[in-house]
């Protein structure tokens, strides 16, 4: 029986395919955890209102705006659940965990395709022109995953009036928006004063590097909402979560050095990358670039087998709605890291 080609074991398995913090898990959430063991024969009932001040100082926005969950995936569940979508809107390519929970709870999921020939960026009046009142909920990456391209927070309003106007919930994943650059003036948190029929999901597995935590957040301005969401969802963060997110906000040490490792990172690799003329480099704007392959012969499963041999793990996109089989996606991790990824694909593109 064939094997397949083993792995070189001089190298360590590195996952470019999961888009974390090179920094890893921040120290002060390591010593917060060790020193809490004693506290999980407790109810977390006692943590919440200080992890919900803290989310509430972290992000700027009113306490009783606040929403906790258990992990990204349970914030999008509760939504689908609690705006009982009949159809709905997702952009392609995006991430594939929206069409999965919004098909899940019954809706019918209409596509906008975002164009390739304009670098995968929103075309915001040809995407207004696609809304209509029959969508019920509308949802959006800001910075998009697989793209790594971010929207302008004008451009983020516009919207919110349009989906305003014609009754479509709109929600905003902002899993990566810490990545970018003056991530402050394009997150649209501020924007929820204005609109209700609106809510922002975040997340702290990917900035913080703490996927095993299971803990996300969000942020929304309606009462009615708010007041079901808060009956339905009562002890629903665990005491360790509770306390490792606490302290994670907190750490502005481990918060600036991850932006700035980021923004550096991310400029290096592109430009090491960018004299390649077989590959297609889309500019990206978050911790993890997209890039498409140019030679005919040569698929993303061909490139990421080839990287596993070294232990690079990277995402080929075939499974991503307008992607395909051309096109892979990896995060930026440590310089040498990023070194040995860059190098190893370009000696296959």
């Keep these: ?175 990566y928006i810490e990545f970018i650059d003056n991530y402050e003036d394009f997150t649209a948190v501020p924007l929820i004063e204005k609109f209700k029929n609106m809510a922002i999901l975040r997340s702290v597995s990917k900035f913080f590097a703490v996927p095993g935590i299971r803990f996300a957040y969000g942020v929304m301005n309606n009462p009615d909402l708010m007041s079901i969401i808060d009956a339905t969802t009562t002890r629903n963060i665990s005491v360790l979560s509770a306390i490792a997110a606490i302290e994670m906000f907190k ?14 990172e991310r400029s290096l690799v592109y430009l090491a990358m960018s004299t390649c003329k077989t590959i297609k480099l889309y500019q990206p704007e978050a911790n993890f670039m997209l890039c498409k392959l140019l030679k005919e012969d040569l698929t993303a499963s061909a490139v990421a087998d080839y990287c596993n041999l070294r232990g690079i793990v990277i995402r080929k996109c075939d499974n991503i709605r307008g992607l395909g089989n051309k096109y892979i996606r990896f995060c930026f991790m440590n310089p040498k890291q990023n070194d040995l990824m860059v190098n190893t694909i370009l000696e296959i593109v």
Excluded: W
Aim: net charge negative; hydrophobic share 35%; glycine share 4%.
């Design 1 to 175: 029986m064939s094997t397949g080609p083993l792995r070189l074991e001089q190298y360590e398995t590195v996952l470019y395919n999961s888009n974390l913090n090179p920094h890893g898990i921040p120290e002060s959430v390591k010593k917060a955890l060790l020193n809490s063991v004693d506290s999980i024969n407790k109810y977390p009932d006692v943590y919440y209102g200080t992890l919900k001040n803290a989310v509430s100082e972290y992000v700027h926005s009113p306490l009783d705006t606040i929403i906790t969950g258990n992990g990204s995936s349970d914030l999008l569940r509760l939504f689908a659940a609690l705006i009982s979508p009949k159809k709905s809107m997702v952009l392609v390519p995006s991430s594939t965990e929206y069409e999965k929970v919004l098909t899940a709870y019954g809706s019918e999921v209409t596509y906008y395709n975002l164009d390739e020939e304009k670098e995968f960026q929103l075309d915001l009046i040809d995407f207004l022109a696609s809304l209509d009142s029959s969508i019920d909920m509308l949802v959006i990456g800001n910075p998009n995953n697989p793209t790594s391209k971010k929207i302008k927070r004008d451009d983020i309003e516009t919207i919110a009036e349009v989906c305003d106007s014609l009754g479509i919930f709109l929600l905003i994943d902002e899993m």
């Design 251 to 264: 750490d502005e040490n481990y918060i600036q050095e991850s932006r700035s490792t980021i923004h550096t």
